[in-house]
Nanobody
Framework: QVQLVESGGGLVQAGGSLRLSCAAS????????MGWYRQAPGKQRELVAF???????NIADSVKGRFTISRDNAKNTVYLQMNSLKPDDTAVYYC??????????WGQGTQVTVSS
């Protein structure tokens, strides 16, 4: 199984930046894709960004141009650099990982709050 530990959330003013990190550990062969979802109060969970093991990315239109996803395969860690944050970005951000031959794993979530 894969355990995911997220860090980097917090409170920031609109226009500011945060960097989320998510490190995977446990017993697995390799991880195909890693990424981030978010869920704001009263809203459905939505995809933010994904990155495959070869570096291909998928970024939600709502954050394109402001958020960047990257990955360190050697450390099994994924990062989400969030710039020009808006109050609408306020949500709990969840890390996900798709390990080879194993089901998807989810992190516990980290709160991001953007004040206006």
């Amino acid at each position: 199984q894969v355990q995911l530990v997220e860090s980097g959330g917090g409170l920031v003013q609109a226009g500011g930046s945060l960097r989320l990190s998510c490190a995977a550990s446990g017993s697995f062969h390799s991880i195909n894709a890693m990424g981030w979802y978010r869920q704001a109060p009263g809203k459905q969970r939505e995809l933010v960004a994904f990155i495959t093991s070869d570096g291909s990315t998928n970024i939600a239109d709502s954050v394109k141009g402001r958020f960047t996803i990257s990955r360190d395969n050697a450390k099994n860690t994924v990062y989400l650099q969030m710039n020009s944050l808006k109050p609408d970005d306020t949500a709990v951000y969840y890390c996900v990982a798709d390990p080879l031959f194993l089901p998807r794993s989810w992190g516990q979530g980290t709160q991001v709050t953007v004040s206006s």
